[in-house]
């Protein structure tokens, strides 16, 4: 189905050009699919408004101004297409799931993936699902 709705693109070349770039290693999507191959079951959760949870620094907002007809705006929150947007959120998600990482979450980009390996049981999958789901960090924002 074709979406018709419109988007925000803003130019942040200039931004980019002076920032200092987040080295975080995105993970490697080969090892992420020999990590799943084990899996008797997985859920995928697209986190694709992720970003806007993300805070901008106090002080940072400036640096994020839209100059628009109806007039000037700033971010308070991480747009997509920031430069470290996607490191940023990468790393976050990796902390509030950090005990959960390789033992029955991957994060990639902006997607989990909960997953079950040593057992065969929905039940002990939709246990993982409930751990994940009560990591409050990620659903809610201030």
Not at 31 to 45: E, S
């Amino acid at each position: 189905m074709l979406e018709l709705s419109l988007r925000m693109c803003i130019d942040y070349r200039a931004l980019t050009k002076v920032t200092i770039k987040n080295k975080y290693p995105i993970p490697r999507v080969d090892d992420l699919f020999d990590r799943l191959a084990q899996a008797t079951w997985f859920t995928k959760l697209d986190l694709r408004s992720g970003y806007w949870q993300v805070r901008i620094a106090k002080g940072d907002e400036p640096k994020t101004t839209c100059v628009t007809r109806y007039g000037s705006f700033e971010f308070r929150v991480m747009p997509f297409g920031l430069t470290n947007a996607l490191a940023t959120f990468c790393n976050l998600m990796n902390n509030v799931l950090y005990e959960y990482l390789d033992h029955f979450v991957v994060v990639y980009l902006d997607d989990l993936v909960v997953y079950t390996i040593y057992s065969n049981s929905l039940h002990e999958h939709i246990k993982h699902l409930r751990v994940v789901r009560e990591s409050k960090e990620i659903f809610e924002s201030d």
